[in-house]
């Protein structure tokens, strides 16, 4: 306890104690004449007894004040040392991610004039180990720009900036940049997005990057069927009926429409005590061997869709059955001038 300053219990305790003797020394005055000594004597007695008390409750009060004063100053030390050290560790990704993006771009840009013949025709032999190059530049390229993100997050660097968008070309062209991928593993789209949906006001760069995770780790774990792409209008009603009927209530802020792009596979499924896991960052299911890379990834893609959605006032949640499939849905809000008619969620 500081020395400076005198806590509101030691004046009570003061006050109690000279209201005791106070109490004491007039009930001593009015039996002085007619009671017999040893009355008096156990009155005194029981003063001394409960100022002995209130002294022991003073002493153990100040010691436990001092001891909690010491702990609240060792709790603001190691909070500022895990908020310096936390920081630290976001630059040190920053930068690190950084240094390793610049000649990552320049290997697959010296990939790509190989394969387009720039420095001469690739023979069929060559053709395969730069195919490989490029792949894993590609990849390694992608799980550093997700320890990137990961860092701008922690800093709090990630801006929004909300533009105008209309869903439907804009998931075809992301869906057509991930084509070659679902190709090589023999994986066909299956696309509902009807032109007549509402515009979204949202952040197109960070919608590309969700949806580029979501369809990319569809892909990822189905080994055969097909990668449906859907996206619905959903009002309030139709939101509380289909969580539900799920049981999984995604986290949306106070808006009464919503947009929701469902990525659905054929793939392996995630059990339900995993559902929740999946999200928390550097978690990996159904994960590859070590030998499969492309497959383990660094476990940061839900992670970071999940942040980057809820960036944008949205969520996303799961439904997932082993050996059948899973089904994410990514909820964004709508404005509620751009709505056009009913909601449209089976």
């Not at 792949?135 to 701008?152: F, I, M, Y």
């Not at 999940?306 to 990514?330: C, K, M, N, Q, Y």
């Amino acid at each position: 306890m500081s020395g400076q300053a005198v806590r509101p219990s030691a004046v009570a305790l003061g006050t109690a104690s000279l209201g005791i003797a106070a109490g004491l020394w007039i009930a001593d005055h009015y039996v002085a004449a007619a009671a017999p000594w040893p009355v008096r004597l156990a009155l005194w007695v029981a003063l001394a007894l409960a100022m002995v008390a209130l002294a022991a409750v003073l002493v153990f009060e100040r010691r436990q004040a001092r001891h909690i004063e010491e702990r609240s100053v060792e709790l603001e030390q190691l909070s500022g040392e895990l908020y310096r050290a936390n920081r630290a560790k976001a630059e040190f990704l920053g930068s690190v991610s950084h240094e390793l993006r610049t000649p990552l771009s320049a290997i697959v840009g010296f990939v790509d004039l190989l394969r387009d013949g720039s420095y001469g025709e690739l023979t069929p032999r060559q053709r395969g180990p730069v195919e490989r190059i490029e792949s894993s530049a590609n990849h390694l390229r992608e799980l550093v720009e997700q320890v990137l993100d990961l860092a701008r997050m922690a800093a709090g660097r990630l801006e929004v900036h909300p533009e105008p968008i209309r869903l439907r070309p804009f998931i075809i062209d992301v869906v057509s940049e991930m084509e070659p991928l679902a190709a090589q593993r023999g994986l066909a789209f299956a696309i509902t997005v009807p032109a007549t949906l509402p515009r979204l006001v949202t952040d197109s760069g960070h919608l590309r990057r969700i949806l580029v995770n979501l369809i990319g780790n569809a892909i990822k774990f189905t080994s055969s069927g097909t990668i449906g792409v859907r996206a619905t209008h959903v009002g309030d009603a139709d939101l509380a009926r289909v969580t539900a009927s799920t049981g999984r209530r995604p986290l949306l802020l106070a808006y009464t429409s919503w947009m929701a792009v469902q990525i659905t596979d054929t793939g392996l499924g995630i059990a339900a005590a995993d559902l929740d896991r999946i999200f928390e960052e550097f978690e990996q299911v159904n994960a590859g061997s070590r030998a499969d890379s492309q497959r383990r990834g660094t476990g940061l893609g839900l992670a970071i869709s999940r942040r980057l959605a809820r960036l944008l006032d949205g969520d996303i949640s799961v439904e997932s059955v082993p050996g059948s499939g899973s089904v994410f849905t990514l909820w964004l809000p709508v404005d509620a001038g751009q709505v056009e008619g009913p909601s449209s969620f089976p």
